[in-house]
C-alpha cells in the first residue's frame, strides 16, 4: 500500500511529490520531466487516490471530449497498432 501526504500544491508518495505550483514531478528530490498532458492525467490520479477512473472520464477531463483518441470504428488509434 502506498501512503500519500498531501500538502497544499505538494502531494507526496514514498520516493515521489508531484508539485502542482511548479507542474513538476520529483523522484527523491530530483525533477523528473513530464508532457504537459501525462502531468494533467498523474495529477488528476493523485487527487482521486481509490476511485476506478474511466478513459471516458479522463478523456473528457484531460482533453475535454469524452471520446477522444477513438477512431471512427470505436477502438483506440493505440490498441489498433498493437492488433
Known sequence: MTSAVASGAL???EHFAIDTSR???????ETITLRP???RVLQYLAANPG???SK???FDRIWGEPNCGRSAG???PWSSRTR
Open 23 to 29: 507542474g513538476a514531478v520529483l523522484r527523491d528530490g
Open 56 to 58: 471516458e472520464e479522463l
Open 11 to 13: 502531494r507526496q508518495f
Open 74 to 76: 470505436g477502438t483506440s
Open 37 to 39: 498532458q501525462s502531468f
Open 51 to 53: 476511485r476506478l477512473i
